[in-house]
């Protein structure tokens, strides 16, 4: 299963810096609006040690992190919704993606323009939560024109279409974000609320993290109160620091006194906002992470390493990570009784070790 993210956020904040820093490509980064017109897309690896591990008992010849695929989406300006800016445009990329990173600055900077001329965090997320929300009261609109009509030919489906839409429209106009609205009101059918969203292009409806660019680490307050009361996780890094320093070795950051590096953070964040687990396959050709959602069954996991898995799944072997590197490997694992053998109902838990097998 692929994990996607798209950094968001108003002109000469730092996500092009950002971008080039997580995945080292080269993109423009420029003191202008716009320098970026077509999102840049990169991919960076999942940081985790659980895989070497199980790769040095396994004695695998190559091993393959799980990754995220990031999207560096140009800045948004007022008026996106209406297409200033190229907005049209910039919102359409958004919607590919499964989360999205509001990325804003709380740095000062004569060097480094800033679109709205002064810097403030808070009322920088305010611009660009709005017009995600008028970009999809918009699309909600055009969806429940025809909902509306399939619901007055008596269809039942259409009718709870029409019901949450409004409910949703209500939401919007109440300056929130439907994501917010999802996570309050579980009792919800999830797959209908989700795949309702999905058909509408909702962009509110998406998961997402904050990440503050700033010169010294520090959140401020005040924004750190307003990401608290919107649910969302918050990180701070220097998003040019980091691409100074994105080559370095651990050990060259040790001895030059900069610390860790706050990239892995991002990555793990973006599994956390996402709610999205690692689980591993182990053999002597290669050890692998893959990504499954929280609480998947062990066919749906079956399925990100192969659709013809979930499909023809019939049992899986399962075992933690940690119990297998203990015990040296499977052969001693199930010697001592400790492999699992688990069927369609067994709900995948993050660190699982699988050996999928499945029909012809």
């Known amino acids: 299963m692929s994990l996607s993210v798209g950094i968001v956020g108003l002109p000469n904040v730092g996500k092009s810096t950002l971008f080039k820093a997580l995945t080292q490509k080269d993109v423009e980064i420029a003191n202008y609006p716009f320098a970026t017109i077509d999102p840049s897309v990169g991919i960076i690896e999942v940081p985790d040690s659980r895989l ?25 300006v007022k008026g996106a919704h209406k297409g200033e800016g190229l907005g049209n445009q910039f919102l359409s990329h958004i919607a590919g993606v499964d989360a999205i990173v509001y990325m804003v600055r709380a740095f ?55 019901d949450l839409l409004n409910v949703w429209c209500d939401v919007l106009d109440k300056g929130n974000h439907i994501f917010q609205w999802i996570q309050a009101n579980a009792t919800y059918d999830d797959s209908f609320v989700v795949s309702l969203a999905r058909a509408a292009s909702l962009l509110t409806a998406k998961h997402g993290f ?14 750190q109160n307003y990401v608290q009361e919107l649910g969302y996780e918050c990180i701070a890094l220097d998003a040019q620091a980091e691409l ?15 610390g860790e590096s706050a990239l892995p953070m991002f990555a ?9 687990i690692s689980f591993f396959t182990t053999g ?3 050890t692998r992470a893959w990504t499954t959602e929280y609480n998947a069954t062990a066919p749906q996991a079956a399925g990100a390493i192969h659709s ?51 029909g012809a």
């Not at 091993?63 to 990031?70: A, K, N, Q, R, S």
């Not at 904050?210 to 924004?223: E, G, K, L, R, S």
């Not at 100074?244 to 001895?255: F, G, K, N, P, V």
């Not at 990570?321 to 699992?340: F, H, I, P, Q, Y």
């Open 244 to 258: 100074e320093s994105a080559t370095m070795s651990d050990q060259e950051r040790t001895e030059l006194g900069i």
């Open 284 to 286: 002597e050709k290669e």
């Open 52 to 76: 070497f591990e199980l790769a040095q008992v396994s004695r695998s010849q190559n091993t393959i992190p799980g990754v995220v695929e990031v999207y560096d989406i140009a800045g948004l």
């Open 268 to 276: 793990r964040v973006a599994y956390k906002a996402l709610n999205r």
């Open 308 to 358: 013809d898995f979930q499909e023809k799944f019939i049992r899986a072997q399962v075992v933690q990570w940690d119990v297998l590197v203990e015990c040296g490997g499977w052969n001693s694992a199930k010697t001592k009784g400790l492999v699992r053998t688990e069927g369609k109902e067994y709900r995948v838990q993050d660190g699982d070790v699988l050996l999928v097998l499945h």
């Open 108 to 162: 000062e900077g004569e060097d480094i323009q800033h679109v709205e001329s002064s810097v403030d965090p808070v009322r920088d997320s305010e611009i660009i939560r709005t017009e995600l929300a008028l970009k999809d009261r918009a699309s909600i609109e055009t969806y429940l024109h025809n909902a509306q009509k399939e619901a007055r030919g008596g269809n039942k489906d259409a009718q709870k279409e029409v």
């Open 210 to 223: 904050y990440v503050v660019n700033t010169h010294n680490n520090d959140i401020p307050v005040a924004f």
